[in-house]
């Protein structure tokens, strides 16, 4: 049975991030005209069977094990700009409840980050499409694998056949920490300056309050971009006003947006803290990962 992705946020807003090559890759649904760079990649896969007999070493049944997958699960496919598909990741259903995940990136394109984001890509789906368990099994050699699984929230459940270990993920737990609303956990309390604003007291505010950027507003509190730590680097910057230095394309969030939507953000575009805004588009406080992490303190007691 075909699963219906059109109304999943990562077929909406596909999810772009830089890897540790500092290159952009992309995390979207599979489209058909991707199809045959999925089935490329997986043929020119090195070695084949390498994980439980997959991909399956000859031609012909590779081909059928994919087109297989893009019949019956839901299928993500990370994009490089100058390879094209260098990862995959699926979605199988086993029931209404539970589903079970594939998470597969090309030999070249491994231990830069892809496999990371695909999985926390296919955990905001099964979200999204209402599963309440996750399963996936994984070579017990495969520590890298491991590791990336563990980090994202799995947990050991059993030993499964052939030297594979079985992993789980709770989606109840889940949500109880990422679906909470950016306005119950940001700082409200935020330091911030006006256009006007001399660079020198900027760069006095955030020393003392030990902060590396500081959101620049107007007189009725919008947001107009911010002042950081690196707009400061150049010693001449700092006898002009922000106006003058700010960075303007500013990543922010609003106040209704969840942890989950932040920590894509964080994740997707190395940030540490972004400005929250009201649905006036004024500034109404600051979300940093240390405000998750002491979210995640106070709900897990």
């Not at 990562?10 to 005209?33: G, S, V």
């Not at 979200?127 to 050699?141: H, N, P, Q, T």
């Not at 030990?210 to 001449?236: F, M, Q, Y």
Request: hydrophobic share 40%; proline share 4%; with cysteine.
């Amino acid at each position: 049975m075909k699963i219906d992705l059109s109304d999943t946020t990562i077929h909406n807003f596909p999810r772009a991030f830089i890897n540790k090559r500092c290159e952009a890759i992309m995390i979207r649904t599979l489209e058909d005209k991707r199809r045959e760079q999925l089935i490329d990649m997986y043929l020119a896969f090195e070695p084949r069977g390498s994980f439980g007999g997959l991909p399956p070493i000859i031609d012909a049944a590779c081909v059928d094990w994919v087109m297989g997958m893009i019949d019956s699960a839901a299928n993500l496919i990370s994009l490089s700009f100058d390879v094209g598909v260098v990862g995959h990741s699926a979605l199988f259903p086993i029931n209404t409840d539970e589903c079970e995940i594939l998470v597969v990136v090309s030999p070249p394109q491994q231990k830069i980050g892809i496999g990371t984001e695909m999985t926390r890509s296919l955990i905001q789906l099964a979200d999204e499409l209402g599963f309440e368990r996750i399963r996936l099994s994984v070579g017990a050699k495969n520590h890298v694998a491991r590791h990336v699984y563990r980090k994202c929230g799995f947990q050991y459940s059993s030993r499964g056949l052939l030297d594979e270990v079985d992993m789980a993920l709770d989606l109840a737990n889940y949500r109880g920490s990422i679906d909470a609303p950016v306005s119950e956990i940001m700082t409200r309390k935020t330091v911030s300056v006006n256009p006007d604003t001399p660079c020198m007291d900027a760069l006095n505010l955030l020393i003392e309050n030990g902060v590396a950027t500081l959101p620049v507003v107007d007189a009725k509190n919008r947001l107009k971009g911010i002042i950081s730590e690196t707009d400061l680097l150049i010693e001449a910057n700092i006898s002009k006003k922000t106006g003058e230095v700010l960075t303007r394309e500013v990543v922010s969030v609003q106040s209704g947006s969840t942890v989950a939507n932040v920590i894509s953000l964080f994740h997707s575009r190395k940030l540490r803290c972004v400005p929250v805004l009201d649905r006036h588009m004024k500034l109404v406080g600051v979300v940093s990962r240390m405000d998750i992490l002491r979210h995640y303190r106070q709900r897990l007691g």
